[in-house]
T-cell receptor
Framework: EAQVTQNPRYLITVTGKKLTVTCSQNMNHEYMSWYRQDPGLGLRQIYYSMNVEVTDKGDVPEGYKVSRKEKRNFPLILESPSPNQTSLYFC?????????????FGPGTRLTVL | GENVEQHPSTLSVQEGDSAVIKCTYSDSASNYFPWYKQELGKGPQLIIDIRSNVGEKKDQRIAVTLNKTAKHFSLHITETQPEDSAVYFCAASVTSYDKVIFGPGTSLSVIP
């Protein structure tokens, strides 16, 4: 089954404790992206990647890191989480970027930073 | 940069009635406008999209219209059903770039 998976689905952590949210897709998509969803703000893009070893900042990259060492994986790293990073996070992928391609979203990761 | 506004933020309709959600965008270069449906506990899922060379697109009970001059586009759902209840997001992008800007979402409730 074609899908985007994220782990963990739920995470409660404390300020300053490094964490990683994994994202994996099995569709051989080139483009992957991370979004955060907050009430009243919709989805805001954090980082995106056009292909292996190619990443770039979205609209709200502060406090986040990403890497794209393999085509299928695109982990989101919070080196020193803070309470304002409490949010619902979505990973998405699409076949290509720049052509208005359909994005397929993962199920989401609900992160709480105390 | 691009800014997308979406109205209303909440919408309740009786089953069988029509629902309309409207979005405006700021960047005249935007040329791709997808609509996503997000059910509770799930990620957004594309339901319909439209490109700037088309004024209207229809897929069964769902249609999208685009007015490039006014920079607004709308989602129309006819003969609504309870399973249409969800949060709907519009978005706009310039397909030569890599960013998709989402609206804040509309929570649609269809009352049986």
């Amino acid at each position: 089954e074609a899908q985007v998976t994220q782990n963990p689905r739920y995470l409660i952590t404390v300020t300053g404790k490094k964490l990683t949210v994994t994202c994996s897709q099995n569709m051989n998509h080139e483009y992957m992206s991370w979004y955060r969803q907050d009430p009243g703000l919709g989805l805001r893009q954090i980082y995106y990647s056009m292909n292996v070893e190619v990443t770039d900042k979205g609209d709200v990259p502060e406090g986040y890191k990403v890497s794209r060492k393999e085509k299928r994986n695109f982990p989101l790293i919070l080196e020193s989480p803070s309470p304002n990073q409490t949010s619902l996070y979505f990973c998405a992928s699409s076949l290509e970027a720049g052509v208005g391609d359909t994005q397929y979203f993962g199920p989401g990761t609900r992160l709480t930073v105390l | 940069g691009e800014n997308v506004e979406q109205h209303p933020s909440t919408l309740s309709v009786q089953e069988g009635d029509s629902a309309v959600i409207k979005c405006t965008y700021s960047d005249s270069a935007s040329n791709y406008f997808p609509w996503y449906k997000q059910e509770l506990g799930k990620g957004p899922q594309l339901i319909i999209d439209i490109r700037s060379n088309v004024g209207e697109k229809k897929d069964q009970r769902i249609a999208v219209t685009l007015n490039k001059t006014a920079k607004h586009f709308s989602l129309h759902i006819t003969e609504t059903q309870p399973e249409d209840s969800a949060v709907y997001f519009c978005a706009a992008s310039v397909t030569s770039y890599d960013k998709v800007i989402f609206g804040p979402g509309t929570s649609l409730s269809v009352i049986p």
